[in-house]
């Protein structure tokens, strides 16, 4: 029965709270965690609402501009069998010159009477691959009339640009608006064919999607308040969901879409450097040394867009600035910004994985859609700014505050204690003017009036 009382006693002290002095940075990114974790999940929602114009738009670009997906021509040469290195070297030539569906039909037939003379001549050809050619089944009459053909299939694609050249046997695809660069040779060795591919696949199929997706350029209001509410979370700072929210993204509007359009164009221009040097491996070793120059590139501007954001949202200073220090946090910072390039990498893997899973299995499915919908985004938003906030603090914040004491909370506790006295003398005298409160409520917190009328390096 004493066991029990002292289990019900209510007069007993509790453990009380913890200071959490020592607490390590690891359990303090948990603790946050686990109490702001359904504003986190409703942060989610609100990114979530305010992205389905731009999905929209993107939409509707993409409807307007049709991309070649009913490959027709291409289409045709698989279900025919066609296996040998013309389909690729046709398959690239589409994608590279996009012709328009009337051409599309059009190398269909051409592509028809192409497959027809050679199984005429050489059926092997059509399903055993080009090793199979044998060159002495192919008399002059019928090796003119294939390269009338192909001449015929060029000239849909591209008349204006493409041309087919014969020099010795030796067939050569020919773009003749980029100073005569030979895209494609074909030559013949006994009864093999030898074929030498440089097309840049997939290099205006690339810009095409650029255009698909620009309406992501101007998502910057909406990062900007994502960023101003959950970086008061980090700084375990009173924050109001919806209303810090839209006040960060109407104070930083016209600045962070300016950030978010030179982060989309910039970033189209570097991956298009990957994709562009990517096609051209092999072929010199200045090609290995550009493709890895660009991607140090992508890793470096990736590591900026880290800090940009935040900076913007915290700090009073000019674009220019922000992005300059934000290119030395992406070099100071460097293994920080590894970790967590790599957690970003493999969260998208992993939902990827997921996702292809999810086709054979509904709940993995529904896991994957709700996590998208309900929290993936603004937790890695969370993570990420969890990770970069301190360095900017320590780097940037504290050194402010240390060459600028009289702006510290403790400067202005102490002038308030100084002017008490004087207020006092004064207050009969003074009352209009000492009705206005001495602290205002600003950004979910109660300050000193002087804290706000101080010019201060930052923005709240």
């Not at 279900?79 to 051409?103: H, L, M, R, W």
């Not at 269909?108 to 059509?126: G, L």
């Not at 050194?399 to 004491?405: A, F, G, V, W």
Request: hydrophobic fraction near 45%.
């Amino acid at each position: 029965m004493n066991i029990f009382k002292k289990l019900v006693d209510h007069n007993k002290f509790g453990p009380g709270v913890s200071k959490e002095v020592n607490e390590s940075k690891i359990s303090r990114f948990f603790r946050i965690l686990k109490s702001k974790f359904w504003k986190i999940c409703s942060l989610n929602l609100i990114i979530m609402a305010l992205l389905i114009p731009f999905i929209a738009l993107s939409v509707g670009i993409y409807n307007l501009t049709p991309l070649s997906e009913s490959n027709i021509a291409i289409e045709y040469l698989y279900s025919e069998g066609y296996v040998t290195d013309f389909v690729n070297i046709a398959d690239k030539c589409i994608e590279a010159y996009q012709p328009n569906e009337k051409d599309l039909i059009e190398l269909k037939a051409a592509f028809a009477e192409f497959t027809n003379k050679i199984k005429e001549v050489n059926p092997e050809f059509i399903t055993d691959g080009s090793a199979e050619f044998d060159l002495s089944k192919y008399n002059e009459k019928d090796g003119k009339e294939i390269l009338s053909i192909a001449t015929k299939i060029v000239t849909i694609i591209d008349d204006n640009r493409l041309k087919i050249e014969n020099n010795d046997g030796k067939w050569s695809l020919i773009d003749v608006k980029s100073n005569n660069y030979v895209l494609t040779s074909v030559s013949f060795d006994d009864d093999n064919i030898i074929v030498t591919d440089s097309i840049p696949g997939g290099y205006v199929d690339y810009f095409y999607w650029v255009l698909v997706f620009l309406p992501f350029a101007f998502i910057g209001p909406i990062l900007a308040g994502v960023t101003k509410v959950i970086r008061d979370f980090v700084r375990e700072e009173p924050a109001f969901l919806f209303s810090d929210f839209i006040d960060g993204a109407k104070k930083n509007f016209f600045p962070s879409m300016l950030i978010s359009a030179i982060q989309y164009i910039f970033g189209a221009i570097i991956l298009n450097a990957i994709s562009l040097y990517y096609s051209y491996l092999g072929n010199g070793f200045i090609y290995t040394i550009a493709f890895a120059a660009s991607l140090f590139l992508a890793f470096i501007f990736v590591s900026m867009n880290f800090y940009v954001m935040l900076m913007q949202v915290t700090l009073k200073l000019s674009l220019k600035k922000i992005f300059k220090n934000a290119f030395f946090f992406s070099i100071i910072c460097l293994f920080r910004n590894i970790l967590l390039l790599v957690g970003i990498v493999a969260t998208i893997l992993l939902y990827v994985i997921l996702f292809i899973v999810g086709q054979a299995y509904g709940l993995v499915l529904g896991f994957t859609v709700l996590s998208v919908l309900g929290f993936i985004i603004a937790f890695m938003i969370y993570v990420l700014i969890s990770a970069v906030y301190p360095p900017i603090k320590r780097i940037v914040i504290d050194p402010y505050y240390d060459t600028h004491k009289e702006e510290t909370s403790a400067a202005v506790i102490n002038k308030e204690d100084k002017t008490d006295v004087v207020s006092e003398t004064t207050a009969s005298t003074d009352s209009e003017e000492t009705a206005e409160s001495e602290y205002v409520y600003h950004n979910g917190r109660m300050i000193h009036r002087s804290a706000l009328e101080n010019e201060t390096l930052f923005r709240d």
